[in-house]
C-alpha cells in the first residue's frame, strides 16, 4: 500500500507533532544521559497512538502494511528531533532482517510483538572493526541439538543492545554467516553500554558465551540477508540524516536573519547567505535521494540496491556540511556545549560512520554499478 | 497524475509518435566505437549550422500546427492558453524524442523575449511578431549585456535618443549574444535618461536585425567555437511603436524577461553531454586507461557519480510533481547548479585519469576528445546567471533570507 501525497503530508505533521510535544530539546538532553536511553512511556503513546513500529510491517504481523516511503516520513520526522527511541534499532535493522530472512515461523513469533510496540528488538553484525561485511564475522555459532544453537563471540556498535528485548544476531556456521534469533534474558549474555560520540543513539557490546540461539533463515543465508538489509537500512538512515539535515538548514536559517552584526543581518552578507544555499543544495539532493530511494524500495525496482548507495553517500555528506555548517552560521554560540548544533554534529558524523563510512559505501556504489 | 494532466501527455505522445522516432541511448556504448565527441557548444562549420537552423524552423513549424508550438500563450497569437506545468510537462516528454534541437529558437527567443514581448509590447508588434517567432519564421535575440554591465544589467550604456521623426537612435554595444546571427529581431535595453537613477533611465526597444546600423560580429569563446556574439549599434533607427513599456521604464521589461529566464534552465542529460555522467562511460573510460584500480580515481569517481545520480533523482521528482500539475520548488534551480558542477568535476575527473592524454592529441579514440568538454565547463558557472546571482536567489527566494543592502542608486528607486 502506498499513501498518496497528502496522507504522507498528514502523516508528517501528525509525528512531527507528537515529537515537538514528547522530544523537545530538554527530553532529549535527558535522556541522551539516562539508562534506558529512551522513555518506555513515549514509546508505548507512538505506538498506541500512531501505530509508529508496525507503520511499514505486514498486516498479517499485526502492521499496517506501509513501506519505506512511508517510513521514510517518519525517520526524517525522528532525525529532525534526535527522538531517543528505539525506532530506528527496532523497526529498521531488526525488523526488516527477521523480513529480508524470509523466515514464516520467525517472522510470526517477534513481529506482532515488535508491531504492537510490545518488543523492541536490534541486529548484531559488526564485532570490534565495526564492519558491518558478514564476511568479517568471527562470531560462532553451533549446533545444540533439537535445532537448538548456542553463540560464542562478541558483538560491538550494537544500536540499543542493553535495552533490546530481541536481538538478531549474525554469526558464523560451518555453512557460512548465518542469522540468529537471541532473548535479551538468555543466560551467557552479557552486554555493557559503549561511549558513543552520539549519544543520543545508545550502543553497547554484547558477549556471548554459549547463549541458546534459534536459526532464522536458512543456514549460512546471512550474507544474502545482510545484502538486502544494509540497503534498506542505509535507506532508512538516510532518511534520518535529511531529516536532520533540514533540521541545520532551518535553524541556521532562522539564525541567519534575526542574529545582526555590523548594523545589519548577518543573512544579508552574501558570505553567510551562499553558506546557506550551499546547505539548501545539500538538503534538497538528500531528501530527494532517500526519498527516491524508499520509493524505489517499495517498487521492488531492480534500481534500488544502487539507490540506496547513493542516497547513504548523498545523505551522509548532507548532513555532516549541514551539521558544521550550522555551528559556523551560529558563530561562538554554536560550540556551546547549551546550544544544540553539536548534537546534529555528532549525530551526523555517527550516522555517517555507522555502516562502514565513505571508503566501504563508495566501494558499494561503484560495485552496485559494475565499475 | 491528475486526469487532465494524464489526458494532455497522452495527448503529447500521440503527437510525438507520429512524427518522430524516440531517442536512442547514448550512453551505452562500445569503446572504440561510433562519434567520440564530447563538445558542449556546437562549434560546427556554417553551413552545417545553416542546416540546423532550418531544421529547429521546421520542427517549430509542425509543432505550431499541432497545437504545441506555444503551449502557454494565448490563442490570438496562436497559443494554447494552458498553464508553465503543461509547458515543462511537454519538454519532459519531447526530451524522449529525437526531434531537431530548437535551442537556437526556444531558449531565448520562445522562452524569454516572447512573453516579454506579449506582456509589454504595443500591438503591431505584438501582431506582427508573436506569431511569426511561434511558427519558428522568426528568431529573436537578447541585447541585453554589455562590456560594463553583466549581473548587474542595470549599468547598461548603450544610448536612445528621440529622432527629428519621433522615432529612437540607438548608439552601443552588446555582448555575449547568442543566436544574434540568425535573428531577425532583437531585444534591446538602452540607457534613455543617463540623469536618472540608474534603474530607472532604462527604456526597452525591439530592434529588427536587418536594421542599418545593426553589425553582428562572431565573438570567439575559450574552446576555440563562437557561439556568442558582439552586436555594434550604429546610428540604428528604430520606430517609437517598437518600444516595450514607459520611456525609461525599461527596467520593469528586463525584469519580465529574467524572470523568464529562470524558469527556462536547461534540463539535464540530452545529447553526447550525458556521456559524460555515465556510469557505464566513466567505466569503459577507466579500464581503457589501465586506471581500474586507482583508488583516489575510484573515490573521486564514487562522488561524482553520487553527485549525479542524486541530481537525477532530483530530476525525476520534479517530473513527477509536474505530472500531478504541482508547481517544483527549488528543484530547478539546485537542478541548475548541479548541473554545471557535475559536467565540470566529471571533465576534471576524465582528464586527470587520461593524464599526459589530455594535454597532446594521439588521435586515440575518446582521449582527447574530452578536452573540448573541459574547456566548455568555466562557462556553465557563468552563463544564464553566475553561481553567485542563483546563489542569492536560492537564499533570498527559497530561504528568505534578507537583501543585501541596497546601493544609493537602488535605494532612490523604491517606492
Known sequence: MTADESALRELRSSVREFLEDKSPEEAVRKLMESEPRFDPAVWAQAADQLRLPGLALPEEYGGDGFGMVELGVVLEESGRALWCAPLFATVVLAAQALLAAGDAAACAQHLPGIAAGRTTATLAVAEDSGSWDPAMVSARAVPAGNGRWKLRGRKSFVVDGTTADLILVVARTVAGPSLFAVDRMATGLTAEPMETLDATRAMARLTFDAVPATLVGAEGAGGRIMARVLDTASTGLAAEQAGGARRCLETSVDHARVRHQFGRPIGSFQAVKHKCADMLVQVELAEAASREAARLADDESEGFPVASAVAHACCSRAYMVAAMENIQVHGGIGFTWEHPAHLYFRRAKSSQLLFGGPAVYHERLLDRLGI | ?415
Open chain 2, 1 to 415: 497524475m491528475r486526469q487532465d494532466m494524464q489526458d494532455f501527455a497522452a495527448e503529447v505522445r500521440r503527437f510525438l509518435d507520429a512524427h518522430v522516432a524516440k531517442t536512442p541511448d547514448r550512453t551505452a556504448l562500445t569503446w572504440g566505437e561510433g562519434d567520440d565527441s564530447m563538445a558542449y557548444f556546437s562549434s560546427l562549420p556554417p553551413e552545417e549550422e545553416r542546416e540546423q537552423v532550418r531544421r529547429a524552423r521546421e520542427w517549430q513549424r509542425i509543432r505550431h500546427e499541432n497545437g504545441f508550438g506555444w503551449i502557454t500563450g494565448p490563442q490570438e497569437y496562436g497559443g494554447r492558453g494552458l498553464t508553465p506545468v503543461h509547458d515543462l510537462l511537454y519538454d519532459a516528454i519531447e526530451s524522449e524524442y529525437d526531434v531537431a534541437d530548437t535551442g537556437v529558437l526556444g531558449v531565448v527567443g520562445l522562452g524569454m523575449i516572447g512573453p516579454t514581448i506579449l506582456a509589454h509590447a504595443q500591438s503591431p508588434v505584438k501582431d506582427r511578431w508573436l506569431p511569426a517567432m511561434y511558427r519558428g519564421d522568426a528568431i529573436a535575440c537578447q541585447l541585453f549585456s554589455e562590456p560594463g554591465a553583466g549581473s548587474d544589467l542595470a549599468s547598461v550604456a548603450t544610448r536612445a535618443v528621440r529622432g527629428s521623426g519621433g522615432e529612437w537612435v540607438l548608439n552601443g554595444q552588446k555582448v555575449w549574444t547568442s543566436v544574434a546571427q540568425h535573428s531577425q529581431i532583437g531585444l534591446a535595453l538602452t540607457r534613455t535618461n543617463p540623469e536618472a537613477p540608474k534603474h530607472r533611465g532604462i527604456t526597452a526597444f525591439l530592434v529588427p536585425m536587418d536594421a542599418p546600423g545593426v553589425e553582428v560580429r562572431p565573438l570567439r569563446q575559450m574552446t576555440g567555437g563562437a557561439d556568442f556574439n558582439e552586436v555594434f549599434l550604429t546610428d540604428v533607427r528604430v520606430p517609437d511603436d517598437h518600444r516595450l513599456g514607459e520611456v525609461d521604464g525599461g527596467w520593469t521589461v528586463a525584469l519580465t524577461t529574467l524572470m523568464n529566464e529562470r524558469a527556462t534552465v536547461g534540463s539535464e542529460g540530452a545529447g553526447p553531454v550525458a556521456a559524460a555522467l555515465s556510469p557505464d562511460r566513466l567505466s569503459a573510460l577507466m579500464r581503457a586507461t589501465w586506471t581500474w584500480d586507482d583508488r583516489a580515481l575510484r573515490a573521486r569517481l564514487a562522488e561524482l557519480l553520487v553527485d549525479a545520480l542524486a541530481t537525477e533523482h532530483l530530476n525525476a521528482r520534479a517530473l513527477r510533481k509536474l505530472r500531478s500539475g504541482v508547481s517544483p520548488g527549488a528543484e530547478m534551480s539546485v537542478s541548475k547548479l548541479m548541473y554545471g558542477q557535475n559536467l565540470t568535476r566529471a571533465a576534471h575527473f576524465v582528464t586527470d585519469a587520461l593524464g599526459p592524454r589530455a594535454i597532446a592529441d594521439t588521435g586515440q579514440w575518446g582521449t582527447y576528445a574530452w578536452t573540448e568538454l573541459l574547456l566548455a565547463t568555466p562557462a556553465l558557472r557563468i552563463l544564464g546567471g553566475t553561481e553567485e546571482i542563483m546563489k542569492n536567489i536560492l537564499a533570498e527566494r527559497v530561504l528568505g533570507l534578507p537583501k543585501e543592502p541596497a546601493t544609493t542608486a537602488a535605494k532612490e528607486v523604491r517606492p
